[in-house]
């Protein structure tokens, strides 16, 4: 047995803002300096990209992309300062989460091993 846990945050109104995959895709867009090209990557269409960008900075109210417009040689996008410090923070935050999950689960799997012994 073992624990899986799914990390998301979500608005006022319930609805999923962020998780693992508008982290792969910031991660992607660090990468390749292209919401399109992060997109291709995770074979994601352009537009549900650009959505989940949209959604996640207006639910925290700040700006994490710079976009660069202009034609396709000109166009992309790179994190805001306050965008690579969300990434960074969001990664420790959930390795803290995780390392904590994974001691609680031992803890669980001792106390029932204890009180139900085979």
Do not use: C
């Amino acid at each position: 047995m073992d624990l899986k846990l799914k990390i998301y945050f979500v608005d006022e109104e319930g609805e999923k803002f962020m998780g693992a995959g508008v982290l792969w895709l910031l991660e992607g867009i660090r990468r390749h300096g292209s919401i399109r090209k992060a997109a291709k990557e995770m074979n994601l269409s352009y537009a549900k990209a650009h959505m989940m960008m949209r959604r996640l900075e207006e639910s925290l109210g700040r700006q994490v992309l710079s976009r660069r417009k202009g034609g396709e040689a000109r166009e992309g996008a790179v994190l805001t300062e306050y965008g690579e410090g969300f990434v960074e923070t969001y990664l420790t935050f959930e390795n803290e989460i995780k390392h904590f999950s994974k001691g609680s689960f031992a803890k669980f799997v001792a106390r029932m091993d204890e009180r139900f012994p085979e």
